[in-house]
């Protein structure tokens, strides 16, 4: 589950904003917003034009790096970098499986441009992308022979890595896997009138029914 997120130069967001989730104190008044010791139900509130939308974006903009849905990529660009800021947008994803932690954490100039990538296993770099000079390390199982030059500046190195790398199986890569199935899982619905993800409205209604 998500635990903790960064984001800054993001859209309304110029300073970095932080959103912690495993940070629970008195919460005997609702037991089933917490999983684990995370909040996994939460209320965010706020007046009309403080970046809660935003927000939520910044949280799947993930979604845009290692998964393969449809998504309405133009709405996350409206404008994708904070106008007051010259640098890149910068994110941090924390993520607990069990007792095991794993970060990646990046930063974009463009909603489908990576600049750079890296994925931290317990406080291990395990990955790492420079997107401009091409290079990079992976030090998972399975894929030590990988070829670190990929040329397509819009593709994720990470997701490169789990589309063409037969990991060996070990707890390191079975954490990166979990990762990589919770995010290819993140929806993000802030209304049915805008479609974030191309699916079915009338599906989505009846499964929100029942």
Known sequence: MLVNFKVQNFKNFKDELVFKLEQVKNYEFNTDAIKDG???????YGENGSGKSNLGLAILDI???LTDKEKNKQYFSRPFINL?????AKFYYKFRFSSSYIVYQYEKDTPQHL???EVIINDKRIIF????????EVFLKGAETLNTDIKDKNSSFVKY????AVLTENDENDVFNQFIYFVDNMLFFPSLDIKHHELDQER???RILE
């Open 204 to 206: 989505i209604t009846q």
């Open 38 to 44: 995370i909040v996994k139900t939460a209320l965010i």
């Open 115 to 117: 600049v750079k990538e």
């Open 129 to 136: 992308y420079d997107h401009q000079k091409h290079i990079g």
């Open 161 to 164: 890595i789990r589309s063409n």
């Open 63 to 65: 979604s845009l790096n």
């Open 84 to 88: 007051l800021c010259d640098g890149n």
